[in-house]
């Protein structure tokens, strides 16, 4: 793991200014440089670098962070290998600590994962030269409609008919390397006193390098020549290459997915590589596995919209109920998730060779959104006129909508089954897990009309001009992580306060309080705002929205930063006194200790609501006189 402490001296050290103009074009303008996103389509610029918070956002597609989080988006780096990358600009070596991970032990690991590259670039290398040399090979891609250029590409290669073709390339076979890197097969060999054989994995096959977002093999899928099971094998799971994490043709789609505005995924490599020839750069595929919550997770980094291409068959109708699923917790109201079915005697390519581009561009831009599809999936089969078929679309649906983020898509989602199924909102809310404070019901509990969902039409408030005030605990989390200083204010009973309530950002608040004492070591002023988002971001949470906010026009600057601060502090102590206050008025007051406990808290209520007049009155003249 790498010291917090370190990521934010890092940060200090290096320019985001100058990590994202090695990159990107920028043009400074006022205080902030601007440039076109280089993360979607645009023409007019909306991307803004600012020297003074060490941070990016892009107005269009909303992505957000520091020079770290630029590198991961950019080159496609994990948050290690973006720090490491940092800080070899600023000449520092990276530190580890945690007794998990011994230095020898990190060592080793490192040692084993080069060796494990240095083998997997020497067989991709022997695999191209082999297609080079293969009639055979070379007739079936041309066969299948593929260019030299486009199978120079995508690396593609050939492993001839031989048990061991690889000994050709490799002076030791018998290194331990070729069984880890998965090219290689041993086993023991029954009657010879132990002994093991070793032949290669693929033999007679296409060869598809699969590599990771920084252009490295670490993988390949082979595709048998003619007939022949498996028709596609692929690479096992190794230190370099895990499937559930990995897509096939990203590296290569990269440029063509943030020009186009979208990705799509399709089921095959050949796919891919056809898709790209024939107009269609930005596809990308799985392997051999069924979409991942990691797969979606990822391919937002380079895009808001994701697109799956799937045969109209059963299966291909299976295979979209998983990638739905796994889209669900990542999507909101900025990203998208469509479906695209082709006929069952199509897949992408024949499609596109039989109608046309143009055709097959129509069919990409009527795909079926996940909203769409997901209420298909929750009414399908069954009769929503009776009360049984109703009962069993909400069983359907609460698990597939519990684990959406609140968002206006989520909202309308959920209205659209309420009236599916008949029901009062104030039952239905409940059975699909949003009866949790501060998720629906208003403080008076008579519907969700200012918590989640937007009341009916006729019950609106008549002024609706000024969007609702951001909940308390929410004011403070974007003020504190914005000026982090501004902790040295807030007192300790306040600290108890914000990490001892029920606030559904409770965990956000801990971790950024914890955060805030750590890398300041008792002086807030020493802790940078790129440094905290970038360790709560990596530590898991969703903070993308929290980010957006910081450049209200509330909180741009300091001192009204602070004043935000202490108003949010001084209402949530006089929430905590008024409940207080409520539960000893319970007790008819009999105990002499329970009568003071209460003068107190009337007296410090008192306190605080004199202060707030004041602190509005001085806020009022001072506006006056400005």
Same mark, same amino acid.
């Given at each position: 793991?790498?010291p917090?402490?370190?990521?934010q001296?890092? *940060?200090?050290r ?14 400074? %303008? ?10 979607h389509?645009?023409?007019? /610029? ?6 003074d918070? %060490?941070?990016?956002?892009c ?7 520091s020079?770290?989080?630029?590198l991961?988006a950019y ?5 290690? =290998?973006?720090v ?21 032990e990190?060592q ?9 590259s240095?083998v997997?670039?020497?067989?991709d ?18 066969g299948?409609?593929?260019?030299? @250029? ?6 593609l290669?050939y ?7 690889l ?7 018998e290194? &331990?390397?070729?069984?880890? +890197?998965?090219?290689?097969? =041993? ?8 002994s ?11 060869m598809? &390098? ?5 252009? @490295? ?6 595709r ?5 099971e498996?028709?596609y094998?692929? !690479?096992?799971?190794? /230190?370099l290459?895990?499937k ?8 290569e ?6 020009? +186009?505005?979208?990705?799509?995924v ?6 891919v ?5 024939l107009g269609?750069?930005?596809?990308v595929a799985?392997l051999?596995? +069924? ?14 919209k994701?697109?799956?291409?799937f ?7 299976k ?9 669900? !917790? ?5 990203? %998208?998730v469509l ?13 596109i060779?039989?109608k ?7 069919m990409?831009a ?6 769409q ?14 009360m049984?078929?109703?009962s ?6 609460? /698990?597939?909508v ?9 909202t309308?989602?959920?209205?659209k ?6 029901m009062?909102?104030?039952e ?19 519907g ?6 937007p ?9 609706t001009?000024?969007?609702?005030? &951001?909940?308390?605990d929410?004011q403070v989390l974007?003020?504190?992580?914005r ?6 204010t807030v ?13 559904e ?10 955060l805030?004492d750590?890398?300041?070591?008792g002086? /807030? ?9 970038e ?14 906010e ?8 300091e001192?009204?930063?602070a004043? @935000?601060?202490?108003?949010? *502090? ?20 009999t105990?002499?200790e329970d009568q003071?406990?209460?003068?107190? *808290? !009337?007296k410090?209520l008192? @306190?605080?609501?004199e202060?707030?007049?004041? =602190?509005?009155?001085r ?8």
């Open positions: 793991m790498i917090n402490a370190f990521v001296d890092l *940060l200090t290096v320019d985001i200014v100058d990590v994202v103009g090695s990159r990107v074009q920028l043009k400074k %303008q006022g205080l902030n440089y601007w440039a076109c996103c280089p993360f389509s645009e023409k007019t /610029p909306s991307f803004s670098v600012s020297p918070k %060490q941070f990016y956002h107005f269009g597609c909303g992505q957000t962070g020079a770290i989080s630029f991961m080159s496609g780096l994990s948050f290690v =290998e973006a490491e990358e940092l800080a070899r600009s600023v000449g520092l070596q990276v530190p580890h600590e945690g007794p998990s991970i011994p230095k020898e990190r080793r690991k490192q040692a084993q994962q080069l060796a494990l240095d997997m670039s020497r067989a290398s022997y695999y191209r030269s082999m297609l080079k040399i293969s009639p055979e090979a070379i007739e079936y891609l041309r299948r409609g593929l260019s030299g @250029q486009i199978a120079a590409r995508f690396g290669g492993v001839p008919d031989s048990w061991s073709p000994k050709q390339c490799f002076d030791n076979y290194a &331990p390397e070729l069984v880890e +890197a998965g090219l290689v097969i =041993e086993r023991e060999v029954e009657n010879r006193g132990g093991a054989r070793r032949y290669d994995r693929f033999r007679a096959r296409i598809f &390098p699969i590599r990771n977002e920084r252009g @490295q093999v670490i993988a390949f899928g082979g048998v020549l003619g007939k022949g498996p028709k094998l692929n !690479s096992p799971e190794t /230190p290459f895990s559930g994490n990995e897509l096939y043709g990203l590296f789609a990269r440029a063509a997915i943030r020009e +186009a505005g979208y990705v799509l399709v089921e095959g490599y050949m796919d590589v056809a898709l790209s020839q269609f750069p930005q596809a799985t051999g596995t +069924a979409c991942t919550e990691m797969h979606v997770r990822k391919l937002f980094r380079y895009t808001n994701v697109v799956f291409s045969d109209g068959d059963m299966a291909g109708r295979a979209a109920k998983r990638a739905m699923e796994s889209s669900l !917790s990542a999507v909101n109201d900025e990203r %998208q479906f695209l079915f082709l006929p069952p005697e199509h897949d992408p390519d024949s499609f060779r039989e046309g581009a143009e055709a097959f561009g129509r990409v009527s795909a079926e959104p996940l909203s599809f997901l209420m298909g999936e929750i009414t399908g089969g069954l009769d929503m006129a009776t049984e078929g109703r069993q679309a909400l069983n359907r649906a609460r /698990p597939w519990s684990v959406m983020k609140k968002s206006a898509l989520r309308q989602i959920v209205r089954l309420i009236e599916l199924v008949g009062p909102e104030k239905v809310l409940p059975w699909l897990g949003f009866a949790a404070p501060g998720l629906g019901a208003n403080k008076k509990g008579k969700f009309g200012f918590g989640m969902f009341r009916q039409p006729g019950h609106m408030p008549a002024r001009a000024r969007p609702p005030a &951001p909940k308390l929410r974007r003020v504190l992580i000026y982090p200083a501004l902790m040295a007192s300790d009973g306040q600290r108890e306060m914000l990490l001892g309530g029920t606030s950002n409770r965990s956000l608040l801990a971790a950024l309080v914890g805030i750590q890398l300041g070591s002086d /807030p002023a020493k802790v940078q705002y790129a440094a905290l988002v360790m709560l971001r990596n530590a898991g949470f969703d903070i993308e929205q929290l980010v957006a910081t450049s209200d026009d509330a909180i741009s600057d001192s009204m930063a004043v @935000q601060l202490k108003g949010a *502090l001084g209402k949530m102590r006089m929430g905590q006194i008024d409940a207080e206050m409520s539960r000893l008025a319970k007790t008819v007051l105990n002499v003071e406990k209460y003068r107190e *808290l !009337s410090e008192m @306190q605080l609501r202060a707030e007049k004041a =602190e509005n009155e806020v009022w003249e001072k506006a006056d006189i400005i």
